[in-house]
């Protein structure tokens, strides 16, 4: 096997589990995505551990992630979240490695991705063929007995059509719009899809650096509108913004600016041709529900009793009315967790922020296109988890790892730059453990 190997394999295997684990309604479905999942943390671990030599951290990782699943499968107390953060860790390794050793491989495949994804989007959301739909886990619910049903998907047509036609036509059909205008595309969710394209996006734009727009840019522009993702959205306007602020040339302005104008035409264009999916994703109303329900959600996991108080009793009890009453409190969004570990994250940057800005500084001027991508994919790491709970998703640990590669790597990479500056003859370049 070459040593590129499993830097091609790894995003395919991570996204077959996350498409087919999921379908927890078809046996077949769910067996073939724990196989994919095995495959990908083997994947990820030869990552790590190429060339395989004397080096004891890989094989550390791999026994740990054996002894706490084991100790997991025998309710060993502790243990699943021992196992999770194994895995993860894992998973954050293998990215940082990937953004320093072959970062074209990952960004080539998530083009691909949302290149695909773009017009299954459109499909999906103008309600062409039911079985367009026939992933989305959102049609998945369990019934009284705890089994896992999958309700029989029924689309809409919604190009150009009005929410009163609809209503008039097609009633019964209502209550799944929801599932509708937000298109899984190449997942089992909306959610999922958006922070595929979301990284992608932070990728693609860390390590681009013409001045001229790119033939890519309108596609990508196209998958984030169509997502119907709140957090897709302003989340890509943060990156735009951020990169117009920090760029070095009048070019790239100019080529952000005209990014700019591409959102607001190809968002015009979404709006004349599916009205029904504005409302439903972009409206004020929307927004208020969609923030305001996981606050809620969030305030009702971590401190209970505060919904209770006479200040935020209404505004609670309203919001939070509007989710499904079976989701269990704190579960709706990772905010509930992002609380609890605010006041650590809050210490750890106060005593460690001089000293992590000074180490990002160096690692910037050696190194400036993976520096660029870390702090873009760092504001994809901290906006996803306020949309949905994703903190043991391998894919979210991926570019956790991509987003601290400065840090993880910092001694190795100096070592190697000033190797290459006094023209030291390295046997092996790549970066290892």
Not at 242 to 271: D, E, P, W
């Amino acid at each position: 096997m070459h040593y590129t190997t499993p830097y091609y394999l790894l995003f395919p295997f991570i996204w077959l589990n996350t498409l087919a684990g999921n379908q927890l309604w078809s046996p077949l479905l769910t067996s073939l995505g724990q196989v994919s999942y095995w495959c990908s943390n083997l994947m990820a671990w030869l990552i790590i551990s190429w060339p395989l030599g004397k080096r004891s951290l890989p094989f550390l990782i791999i026994l740990l992630i054996v002894v706490f699943r084991i100790a997991s499968g025998m309710d060993v107390p502790g243990s699943n979240i021992a196992y999770v953060a194994s895995v993860s860790f894992l998973f954050a390794l293998a990215g940082a490695k990937i953004i320093l050793n072959k970062p074209c491989i990952l960004s080539f495949q998530l083009k691909i991705f949302i290149i695909v994804s773009v017009p299954l989007m459109l499909l999906q959301l103008a309600g062409v063929s039911d079985w367009l739909q026939v992933f989305n886990s959102l049609y998945a619910s369990a019934d009284v007995f705890g089994n896992i049903e999958y309700l029989e998907v029924k689309l809409i047509p919604l190009a150009f059509s009005s929410e009163i036609f609809i209503k008039d036509n097609f009633y019964e059909l209502y209550q799944g719009l929801s599932m509708q205008v937000r298109p899984p595309g190449l997942t089992h969710s909306s959610a999922m899809n958006s922070i595929f394209i979301l990284a992608g996006s932070a990728l693609y734009f860390g390590m681009e650096n013409g001045s001229k727009s790119n033939k890519f840019d309108p596609i990508l522009v196209s998958a984030i509108v169509l997502t119907g993702s709140k957090l897709a959205v302003l989340g890509f306007l943060i990156i735009v913004i951020l990169f117009y602020f920090f760029s070095y040339s009048i070019q790239m302005r100019m080529r952000f600016l005209k990014i700019f104008g591409l959102i607001i035409f190809i968002f015009a264009l979404y709006v004349a041709v599916f009205p029904v999916a504005y409302i439903h994703n972009f409206d004020v109303g929307s927004f208020e529900v969609s923030f305001l329900g996981r606050i809620g959600d969030a305030i009702t996991a971590v401190a209970p009793s505060f919904v209770d108080s006479a200040l935020l009793s209404a505004t609670m009890e309203f919001y939070y009315s509007t989710v499904d009453k079976s989701v269990v409190p704190g579960t709706l969004s990772g905010m509930a967790a992002f609380i609890r570990v605010l006041p650590y994250i809050v210490m750890f940057v106060f005593f460690l922020a001089p000293w992590l800005f000074s180490l990002f500084s160096r690692f910037k001027k050696i190194y400036p296109e993976i520096a660029r991508t870390s702090l873009i994919t760092f504001l994809v790491v901290l906006l996803t988890p306020l949309a949905t709970p994703i903190a043991g998703s391998q894919f979210y640990a991926l570019i956790v790892g991509i987003a601290l590669a400065p840090f993880i790597f910092k001694i190795k990479l100096m070592r190697h730059h000033h190797a290459l500056k006094n023209n030291i003859f390295l046997s092996d370049h790549m970066v290892k453990f």
